[in-house]
């Protein structure tokens, strides 16, 4: 079998692991079923074993299979972005990039601005990930993955994009109705809205020196963090919630932020945009330089969720690898 043919026959088997059958990769091939059953068939001559468990039922990989699925995924992706390098020498951008984010970031800060990424590179695809779950981009395949926190991977470099501190806010509407807390023990008296299954800073029950003299009234518990913006600025009650993602409802006047004469100094943690160790090929160079230059421009939350005694919004810089 030829170089080629071999990375042809490659790319079919990873379509079949995906799809988890021959005719389901037949049709996003255009092929017929029995045609990719002949290349599998042909692959499996030409490596002297077999790679899938056939039955009417089901599809497996043998353990052969299973050896060669994720060196055979790394080789076409290399393939993939040595053919984008090469054609970005006269100045293209394209081929496949795909980026993890955690949900509400990404709507509010990353999506938005993927139509001008286009438009600048018509030949580039965006594969976009929305999940709260901690990507491993090298084994999984990610070209770049957005975090807030502390970053100590290693296995990682990348770029500072933001800053995160979490915000206490209400409606004008539910202030009128309910009066402003001055002190955190006056938030025993008032209607919070909450991050559901809270198990860390992002909820109120976290935070530190609070003194529940009465037991809090959590009027909503989410684990969707627009839908706790939104009913705070609707006026359900006083939300706990990221700079990042009220600050265009802070300047708009849709939320006031409360200033707690006692509340403890608010954390400040960074937004990363995060990929593996190498140098960065154009695709990353092009959206990356791309989301920089729109969320320096246009995120809400740089200039309007940051107190004036806390100085200017940081710059993007590098974090460590």
Not at 69 to 80: F, G, N, R, S, T
Not at 309 to 320: E, I, K, S
Request: hydrophobic fraction near 45%; include cysteine.
């Amino acid at each position: 079998m030829n170089p080629l043919g071999f990375a042809e026959s490659l790319s079919l088997f990873v379509d079949v692991v995906q799809d988890g059958s021959f005719s389901a990769a037949a049709r996003r091939r255009g092929l017929a079923a029995s045609s990719v059953a002949r290349q599998i068939d042909a692959l499996e001559r030409e490596m002297q074993v077999p790679l899938f468990k056939r039955s009417t039922r089901a599809l497996a990989l043998t353990e052969a299979g299973t050896l060669l699925y994720e060196p055979a995924l790394k080789i076409l992706h290399d393939l993939m972005d040595t053919r984008s390098e090469v054609v970005a020498l006269d100045g293209s951008v394209q081929g496949l990039l795909r980026v993890s984010c955690v949900p509400a970031f990404g709507r509010r800060h990353v999506a938005p601005h993927l139509p001008a990424l286009f438009e600048r590179h018509p030949a580039l695809n965006v594969e976009l990930e929305l999940t709260e779950r901690v990507v491993d981009p090298v084994a999984e395949r990610f070209d770049l993955v957005i975090r807030i926190g502390d970053q100590p991977d290693s296995a990682l470099v990348g770029r500072r994009i933001g800053s995160q501190r979490y915000v206490m806010g209400a409606s004008p509407a539910y202030l009128r109705r309910h009066g402003t807390p001055r002190r955190m023990a006056d938030l025993g008296a008032h209607r919070l809205i909450d991050r559901q299954h809270s198990t860390s800073v992002r909820g109120w029950r976290e935070l530190p020196g609070i003194d529940w003299r009465q037991p809090p009234q959590f009027a909503l518990e989410s684990n969707d963090c627009d839908t706790r913006r939104l009913c705070a600025a609707r006026g359900l009650g006083i939300a706990l919630m990221p700079n990042w993602a009220i600050g265009e409802d802070l300047a708009a006047g849709r939320i006031v932020e409360l200033q707690l004469q006692d509340a403890p100094p608010a954390e400040v943690s960074g937004i990363h945009l995060l990929r593996p160790r190498g140098r960065a090929n154009a695709k990353v160079r092009a959206f990356t330089d791309h989301l920089l230059d729109s969320i320096g421009t246009a995120a809400g939350w740089v200039g309007a969720a940051a107190p004036l005694a806390r100085g200017p919004a940081p710059q993007a810089d590098p974090v460590p690898a």
